[in-house]
């Protein structure tokens, strides 16, 4: 088709001040992923015969007063040096191969929204596999239950008036104030059964070193996983590795 619509396409450079006129704005009309666009066949005829060779599609007046449609079709050339540049069809032939072409691009593109939208994948509910425990101790909250504490009093401390008495005010065990109630006023005592009060509790940071021993291959803090089996195989021993090899085997229980 490239063949066909070489000498059927034809370079016209249209002035941005008759792009709103001709309805061919970049931006609003035509874009980079839709360039073609339907001119009016009336509008262009007006425009040769009011501006005669000074219009921009006085080149192609023979072909353009050959076509039998109501509309010419022109193309934007978004990688030209100037937004005036355009493509214009001057044959029935190169205006039915590019209105297959758009017809097809339409329906591939239709077909690949079909595809990304069924292709969208909603994320499934969360399987801990019980590994949230090993963090509850350590996970931070906002909110925590009551408290509740009990205290064994003897029966007879139960509703017991307070008695009070002077105290030496030097003595600094058993140390109180007596008050007495001034005119008209009377002091009861309150029973406090239940309190709440705000608790904010901090678990203390304690950082730690391990050190890994080979040997000892059941270590509850080691996970290990084999890369490579090459890694495993057993290599000679140089000096230093000797010396640590029987440190290792005079100090470290078996």
């Not at 001057?90 to 593109?109: D, L, S």
């Not at 008209?184 to 890994?212: G, H, P, Y």
């Not at 640590?244 to 470290?252: G, R, S, T, Y």
């Amino acid at each position: 088709s490239a063949e066909i619509l070489k000498d059927d396409l034809k370079i016209v450079f249209i002035p941005k001040t008759l792009h709103e006129h001709f309805e061919c704005v970049v931006g609003k009309h035509v874009f980079i992923d839709k360039p073609w666009t339907k001119i009016s066949r009336k509008k262009i005829i007006d425009n040769l015969q009011s501006q005669n060779m000074t219009s921009c599609f006085w080149k192609f007046q023979k072909e353009i007063e050959g076509i039998t449609n109501d509309y010419v079709l022109v193309g934007y050339k978004p990688f030209s040096s100037t937004d005036e540049e355009f493509l214009i069809c001057t044959t029935y032939k190169a205006k039915h191969c590019i209105e297959e072409t758009q017809v097809q691009n339409n329906i591939g593109g239709e077909l690949k929204k079909k595809v990304e939208r069924s292709m969208c994948r909603v994320p499934g509910p969360w399987d801990s596999k019980s590994s949230d425990k090993d963090i509850e101790e350590i996970k931070s909250v906002q909110t925590r239950e009551k408290i509740t504490y009990k205290w064994k009093l003897p029966a007879g401390r139960l509703q017991a008036e307070a008695e009070f008495e002077d105290s030496n005010s030097k003595s600094v065990k058993n140390e109180y104030v007596k008050l007495e109630p001034r005119l008209k006023e009377i002091f009861k005592s309150s029973d406090a059964l239940t309190m709440e009060s705000s608790v904010q509790a901090v678990r203390k940071m304690i950082n730690t070193e391990m050190q890994t021993i080979p040997r000892i291959k059941y270590n509850k803090c080691i996970q290990s996983v084999a890369v490579e089996e090459e890694m495993f195989q057993l290599q000679p021993l140089n000096t230093s590795e000797k010396a640590l090899d029987d440190f290792l085997n005079k100090h470290v229980p078996k």
